[in-house]
């Protein structure tokens, strides 16, 4: 049988998804080369996440319906040159059909960050000691969506348990290998603390690394491929070491105080001791040298850059293998204080033999080495400055190792880089740290002064910039399509579009709308049947960011998490994987990805940085290009989330993130930049949290000064899945239906009104009162509407076949068997259930059936939930349920045409969590 459009797709994306699992692979011991392993050694696998290997986090960006999925035992045990003691394995299996996996009801974020270990006796180990020469200890941790993780056995440290395994191991085994299969880093103090440490010879992060994870572990463990991942992140001695510890989860406003200073920038400047793994830190089977070859000058005024040309080496006899380049630079401190290192550059070799070697050019654009004067004290508020002085850089295999070289910039008076406007300054002032004295080589004290504050005048600056309003005309007849063969312009038709069709087109629908693929979290554009009518198809968006979420149990590519793929420094790999992610968009029918998630990791307790690649601006930025670039060239759009600054995951929907307004610039919307200046993003969802006292949604000089006004963005802006929002002008109160807001900051689409709600305005938004009120002119509703068409009108689904909705489906009766209890339709089907289910229900009457649930969910209301409905073994509707703290509601599904007779009804709990109390199915003719 050929294979389906989807199946290609899958078949093309696994073995690039298994080769960038094992570049993201980050090796940070290997003493006496106890890695890779050899065919005649034998190998012990101690830790249940051999078999239960984690493929992902938890939560919208965890949720792919997997077609398979390698576990790391399967991948060792399927490469020929390792050799497993499969007597161990037995052990484990046969403790694990007594403990399994626990998804904690699979609900949303319901999972334990930990498994349950077995407990080793002591002779499990000696027995496995003596048929096997060295082990693998593995710990897993999953974490995400909704909740962060905790400094607690379990999450950030181990548990008992564990410490009990690696001691046990440790005592018999002289070679031992700790695998952390994680979604975040971390605490390894147990590494040089444990009792017999010394066996501990190696430790590898192999992150949570998709469906093809165990293939990629065994590529790597085996030497077939040298590893070349890099540390993404700082591992710190101690928790509270890290600059953003101090606010890092409040629950009402989280001080930025560390400013600029996070991660490496913060203990390469004041604090190098307490770092017991560097950024940028991960070694080969192999060693490198890297010399620089020449350093020239390109470009003229902003788009000045220097170009470093790098020969790399393989300097080793054996292996084979990839080098990252990483090039840092040490800023003078001037008036504004810098860090003592920042990654400006950094490329990644092709695999080189030993003994050969690559040239590599980096290219550092000024851009990266300016610093914004938020303050004034350079005399140049609002700009991006280089100052006078040298301008040092260092290469190396991490932030820590790397060196000066021969290359310096001398300035001897400012340079400015770039004049920009204050925006989205914070409200109030706040203590933000500094370099003070240089108290020994590179190393500072640190000292504190007070941020700068907002002085512009909001209203001001909005209505003075209001656009202007396209007069009304009535339909003329123009369809979208005309508009994209360039018969129409845009302004005449959207000029067509009545205020009850502009407030519709800014609502999108969902999750699982039936207006597109099946289990998607978003359908928009041409939601109703006016829209429909006018040529606007039906555009669909999906989770994201490392595979397809199709919560109608549809099945896609899960690729590793963000952070393995941000360990790969490879943005070539990057953007051909997402290429493939593309396609796979494509033959479902979906539009955009809601993906790359580009936030910081501000700190090692993030429940998301799964999703995300590094706590470096830079380097997450150009992920995030890398990626956006691949899915445009697949034809689909990358929606780079979440703009700004949602790293913490408590109280996420409510928490202002205060911060410098050079902070925000320099650090946490940086990524953003990239993605849209050298990666062209055209979709951008906003953040829950607000920023400076402005929710994300609503946020005016975040969508549209900067966003819009600075880096020339064109494509559409939408909110997070039911967002709230605020006035750009005042702040104050927040509320789920203030569109007005969000339309005036032009964050064009809500996400989302529940199926079938937009033309209705189910949400009770309020953007039709506004337009009444002149608190909203048309001339900022048509331009959301028109930034919406201009997307979808260059989005695949313009070039599918222009389906109208369908909202009645047709199914035929089916046999019947004697044996099943029989419910008939006439009556209120009463399920109670949270698990599949399946019924046999008779029709008296042919007709047209509307669908309705009953159902409830104990969770607040950003948890996501749903089931699917079967009809005959057909996939027919998906009944999608947020949280809803327990009280009962009512979920319309669709309608349904059934002919007398007999029909089996599976539900299928995909996305757990709610409860199923009444099906019923009322006649409607
Ligand atoms: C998440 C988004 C996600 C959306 C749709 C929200 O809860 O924050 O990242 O894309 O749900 O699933």
């Known amino acids: 049988m050929p294979l389906t459009k989807f199946e290609n797709a899958r078949q093309a994306l696994a073995p690039v998804s298994r080769q960038a699992a094992a570049e993201g692979i980050v090796l940070l011991r290997n003493i006496d080369n106890v890695l890779p392993l050899h065919k005649e050694c034998k190998i012990s696998l101690f830790g249940r996440c051999h078999v239960d290997t984690y493929r992902s986090g938890t939560g919208s960006g965890g949720a792919v319906n997997v077609p398979y999925s390698i576990s790391a035992l399967e991948g060792l045990r399927g490469h020929s040159s390792i050799n497993i003691n499969e007597e161990l394995v037995q052990v484990y299996h046969e403790w694990l059909a007594e403990h399994p996996f626990d998804d904690g009801g699979g609900g949303w974020a319901a999972e334990p960050w930990f498994q349950e270990e077995m407990p080793l006796t002591t002779l499990v180990v000696t027995t496995a000691k003596q048929c096997s020469d060295k082990a693998l200890v593995f710990i897993g941790r999953t974490a995400g969506e909704d909740q962060d993780n905790a400094v607690q056995p379990g999450s950030y440290l181990l548990t008992d348990t564990e410490y009990d395994m690696l001691q046990k191991v440790c005592a018999q085994f002289d070679d031992v290998i700790v695998i952390l299969n994680v979604s975040n880093i971390i605490d390894m103090s147990w590494a040089d603390t444990i009792t017999n440490k010394q066996s501990i010879k190696g430790i590898l992060y192999s992150w949570a690394a998709g469906m093809e994870g165990g293939h990629a572990l065994a590529d790597v463990l085996s030497g077939d491929t040298s590893p070349s991942g890099k540390l993404t992140d700082t591992i710190a001695y101690q928790i509270e070491d890290y ?162 070289i021969e290359a310096t910039l001398d300035l001897d008076n400012l340079l400015i880089q770039e004049q920009l406007t204050e925006a989205a300054a914070p409200i109030t002032s706040f203590e933000r740290i500094r370099p003070d004295q240089q108290i020994a080589q590179g190393i500072y004290s640190l000292t504190k002064e007070n941020t700068a504050v907002r002085t512009v005048d909001m209203q001001e600056r909005i209505l003075s910039r209001l656009p202007e309003s396209i007069e009304l005309t009535g339909e003329q007849n123009i369809k979208l399509s005309d508009v994209k063969s360039g018969q129409a312009t845009l302004v005449n038709f959207i000029a067509q579009l009545t205020p009850q069709q502009l407030a519709t087109i800014v609502r999108g629908e969902g999750m699982c709308s039936p207006k597109v693929t099946p289990g998607t979290a978003a359908a928009f554009g041409g939601v109703s049947n006016d829209l429909f009518e006018l040529g ?95 899915l445009k060239s697949a034809g689909v759009s990358g929606t780079i989330k979440h703009y700004a600054a949602n790293d913490q995951e408590t109280a996420r929907f409510d928490v202002d993130s205060i911060m410098s307004e050079r902070a925000l610039r320099e650090v946490h919307i940086k990524p953003f930049e990239m993605a849209v200046k050298l990666g062209g993003a055209t979709t951008i969802m906003t953040s829950y949290n607000p920023i400076n006292g402005h929710w994300g949604a609503s946020n005016y000089d975040l969508n549209t000064t900067i966003l819009r006004g600075e880096w020339g963005f064109e494509g559409i802006v939408m909110s997070d899945w039911w967002a709230k929002m605020n006035s750009p002008i005042e702040a104050g109160k927040e509320d789920k239906s203030f569109t007005s807001f969000m339309i005036r900051a032009q964050n064009d689409l809500y996400m989302v009104v529940e199926n079938d709600g937009a033309e209705r305005n189910a949400m009770n938004d ?136 007999h029909y089996q009804i599976q539900i299928e709990f995909v996305k757990p969590g709610l409860k199923l109390h009444q099906l019923a199915f009322t006649q409607s003719n």
């Not at 201009?790 to 199914?811: D, G, H, K, Q, T």
């Not at 005959?872 to 007779?901: A, W």
Request: hydrophobic share 35%.
């Open 243 to 404: 600059p953003t510890s101090a606010n890092f989860g409040n629950r009402d406003r989280n001080f930025y105080q560390e400013d600029i200073y996070v991660g490496y920038r913060y203990f390469s400047t004041f604090k190098p001791h307490a770092v017991q793994y560097a950024f940028g830190e991960g070694l080969s089977y192999t060693q490198f040298e890297r010399d620089l070859a020449s350093l020239t000058q390109h470009g003229e005024g902003k788009n000045k850059a220097l170009h470093f040309h790098i020969k790399v080496t393989n300097t080793g006899h054996v292996y084979s293998g990839k080098e990252v380049v990483q090039l840092y630079v040490e800023a003078p401190q001037g008036k504004l204080g810098k860090p003592t290192r920042a990654l400006v550059g950094f490329n990644k070799t092709r695999t080189l033999a030993p003994g050969e070697s690559e040239l590599i050019r980096v290219t550092v654009p000024y851009a990266l080495l300016a610093s914004y004067d938020d303050s004034g004290v350079t005399g140049y508020k609002s700009c991006y400055v280089l100052e006078q002085g040298r301008y040092q850089f260092y290469l190396g295999d991490s932030v820590q190792a790397a060196t000066p």
């Open 536 to 630: 606007i198809p039906v555009a669909a968006a999906a989770d994201g960011p490392s595979g397809i979420r199709m919560d109608s149990g549809h099945k896609a590519t899960q690729v590793p998490i963000g952070t393995l793929l941000g360990c790969t420094w490879n943005t070539e790999l990057n953007e051909h994987l997402f290429y493939l992610v593309g396609q796979e968009l494509q033959s479902h029918q979906i539009d955009t990805l809601l993906g790359p998630g580009i936030n910081i990791h501000r700190h090692p307790l993030n429940g998301r940085n799964f999703e995300y690649f590094s706590e470096d601006p830079m380097l997450t930025g150009a992920m995030a290009a890398a990626q956006v670039c691949g």
């Open 766 to 901: 309020d953007t039709l009162d506004a337009l009444e009120n002149h608190t909203l002119t048309l001339g900022e509703l048509q331009r959301s509407a028109m930034n919406i068409c201009r997307f979808v009108m260059n989005a695949p689904v313009m070039s599918r076949r222009l389906v109208p909705y369908e909202p009645i489906r047709s199914f035929d009766s089916a046999e019947h068997t004697e044996s099943e209890p029989v419910v008939s339709i006439n009556d209120s089907i009463s399920l109670n259930c949270t698990s599949n289910t399946a019924i046999s229900l008779e029709v008296k009457e042919d007709g047209i059936y509307q669908i309705s649930a009953t159902a409830s969910y104990d969770r607040n209301s950003l948890a996501q939930s749903s089931c699917s409905l079967s009809i005959n073994g057909e996939f027919s509707m998906s009944l999608p349920l947020n949280g809803t703290d327990g009280n009962i509601q009512t979920i319309e599904g669709l309608q349904v045409r059934l002919h007398k007779g």
